[in-house]
């Protein structure tokens, strides 16, 4: 897949999981397009679910997947949503890795 990414940056961001609750691992308070979520298990055999929660609702993106884990679905997260990530495991035992472009203040359409 080639991407072409004008009027951004594109950042990585890596948390640690280290409970089976919801954790916030991208809550930027901005539009920001998720290009790739990686996720790598530290120790057994745990699941990763992933979702988008906006304050009200929860959408899922992945549930229940095997580690390791790869999501390369380019999709938005708006300005009230955040990216989230739940282990199975009561110690977590994953990292996840997520890839995203924060558009610049100046971006916009071009012709």
């Known amino acids: 897949m080639t991407y072409n990414i004008s009027g951004g940056t594109v950042l990585t961001k890596w948390t640690a999981l280290s409970g089976s609750t919801a954790t ?6 901005k539009r920001v397009v998720i290009l790739s979520i990686v996720a790598e298990g530290t120790s ?3 699941t990763l679910t992933i979702d988008v929660n906006d304050g009200t609702n929860t ?4 549930r229940a997947a ?5 999501f390369s679905e380019p999709f938005a997260l708006d ?3 955040k ?3 739940t282990s199975s495991d009561a110690s977590g035992h994953i990292h996840v890795g997520v890839s995203y472009i924060l558009p610049s203040a100046t971006g916009g359409p071009r012709s």
């Open 83 to 85: 990216l989230r990530a």
């Open 66 to 70: 095997s580690v390791p884990f790869t």
């Open 24 to 29: 916030d691992i991208l809550d930027l308070g």
């Open 79 to 81: 300005t009230n949503q």
């Open 44 to 46: 057994g055999t745990p």
């Open 59 to 62: 959408y899922d993106v992945r």
